[in-house]
């Protein structure tokens, strides 16, 4: 709830403590809409996301008939690692080899917690975390679609098919040898050769950056443990390549960079500039008032009014110009009134002393005073 100050400062209405608090039975009804809307909101919010989750299951389709393509594309992932001087994930598993419980807690960890993780982060944000929840679902919408775009373009085998294409790459299937294994027979969603980008990598930085970002107490930071340790299951478990997690961490911190709200703002004035459609602002951004310069019908003087450039910005002086108003830092005046001349100075300029002289304030027509006294002289010699 806004405050008295803050309803101020955004140009709402001011409301009586009473009335905003809401009180008697009068406020039930409106109450029960609330929450109705509210209710509305998260239900569509979650079908959206199933909807996503539901195309997301379409990928494995397109890799029917492809099983050979991805098989060349992990050797040539494989040796383009290895040109880059990359660690070599066969090294990497050896050391994990000579503990069977570790490989079986890897096992457990890559089945149980990429999906139930990544929904309760989504719920939390949508529910308890509502000012964060745009940028949020826009990040995971924006990087699980390209990711399923690459799925599609390019599919690739995971490190644990190698033994049997590249002599000399001993990598074992953890999951089959340890168990549990995340493919079994009747499995309709996962796609084993969708290992490019790693969208188990991809999330898990998606969550840790929504905590850290969302949290303010120091525990905050425990969540970098999260995408390192599903960094290290997906690597032993031989499910996916260094690579893997690279592009999807990467697609996760472009559509974090994309989204922040300053490059948002020079993507605004880059489409308004290029003359593309352009979605109108919230009401809540413009009713902290215009720009600085910019003049609205809303403000006295906008409807037929013009920023006078070149005028002291001070409130104080906008007295110097009759009818002036001052907004945003600026001083507007109507068409119909005119400017005097300011001098370097900034003081008004004066006006002659014979023209003041010559100017009577009882007559309204402005006749000077020294014809008046050649008429009565003109009377009185008569």
Request: charged share 15%.
């Amino acid at each position: 709830m806004v405050s008295t100050t803050g309803q101020t400062l955004l140009g709402a209405p001011v409301r009586p403590a009473a009335v905003a608090r809401g009180s008697g039975r009068g406020d039930r009804p409106g109450r029960a809409v609330g929450a109705l809307r509210n209710s509305a909101f998260i239900l569509g919010q979650v079908v959206l996301l199933g909807s996503l989750y539901w195309l997301y299951g379409l990928g494995r389709h397109f890799a029917v008939g492809r099983e050979i393509e991805a098989l060349h594309h992990a050797k040539r992932v494989w040796h383009l690692e290895r040109l880059f001087d990359l660690p070599s994930e066969s090294s990497f598993q050896s050391l994990a080899l000579h503990s069977s419980h570790l490989l079986e807690f890897a096992n457990r960890f890559y089945v149980v917690v990429h999906f139930p993780a990544a929904i309760t982060f989504l719920l939390w944000v949508l529910i308890f975390q509502r000012p964060a929840w745009r940028r949020v679902r826009t990040v995971i919408m924006a990087s699980t679609g390209v990711a399923l775009l690459i799925h599609i373009a390019y599919p690739l085998a995971p490190p644990r098919f190698l033994p049997r294409l590249v002599p000399g790459v001993k990598l074992v299937d953890t999951g089959a040898v340890f168990g549990p294994s995340p493919y079994g027979p009747h499995d309709t969603v996962a796609n084993q050769y969708a290992a490019m980008p790693s969208l188990h990598i991809g999330w898990s930085i998606l969550e840790a950056w929504g905590v850290i970002t969302i949290l303010r107490m120091r525990a905050r930071w425990l969540a970098i443990l999260h995408p390192i340790t599903t960094t290290i299951v997906v690597v032993i478990t031989a499910n996916h390549y260094w690579l893997d997690g690279i592009i999807g961490g990467g697609l996760v911190v472009a559509a974090v960079q994309l989204t922040r709200p300053e490059v948002q703002a020079r993507l605004r004035l880059w489409a308004i500039t290029c003359r593309l459609p352009v979605r109108a602002l919230p009401a809540t951004a413009m009713a902290c008032g215009p720009p600085p310069g910019v003049v609205t019908g809303d403000h006295p003087g906008g409807a037929g009014g013009r920023t006078v450039t070149g005028l002291p910005r001070a409130r104080e002086d906008a007295s110097a110009v009759s009818g002036a108003v001052v907004v945003s830092g600026e001083i507007v005046v109507p068409d119909m009134l005119t400017v005097p001349d300011t001098p370097a100075g900034g003081a008004p300029r004066a006006a002659p002393p014979q023209r003041a002289a010559a100017e009577t304030p009882g007559d309204p027509g402005g006749a000077p005073a020294g014809d008046a006294r050649d008429d009565a002289a003109v009377s009185s010699d008569t």
